[in-house]
């Protein structure tokens, strides 16, 4: 009864205990966030999408690292930056990404003249049909 009592305590404790390995098995996300000047970006929030504890801010070198379970075959992440335009994209676990974040004065500007043309075409265009229009209405005129 006494050696089954010990084989019984020492298979529970081994039990045990690769249970709380196999809950505590993590893996690294980890990167660098970059600017579009190539400058590393030191005030960016990572994480991953839908879960909020699985997150980390960028260090001064613009690199991060967030742990996650070894499970996890992949992972959809969200980096964040003010004055960048948020990046959101598919990653693997115990791979390093480096990221570039754009300006959102970058593509604002860009928006902005590609609506000022857009606009100018469309102005021109008008004034094209406006006199087409003009010139048939002389036509008609002589043509009375």
Known sequence: MKKTGIILVVAV??????AITAC???TLIAGKVLNWENEPVQRAFVMVKDKPSYSAMVNSNG???????????SAQIVISSPGCITF???VSPDSRIEVTLHSQDQILSQIE???AHALLKDL????MIKFRDYTKAQQQCVDL
Do not use: H, N
């Open 13 to 18: 404790t081994a039990l045990c205990v690769s």
């Open 113 to 115: 003249v590609g609506a």
């Open 124 to 127: 021109a265009l008008v004034r």
């Open 63 to 73: 690199e991060f690292s967030i742990p996650v379970d070894k499970g996890l075959s």
């Open 88 to 90: 959101e994209g598919r």
């Open 24 to 26: 505590t098995s993590t």
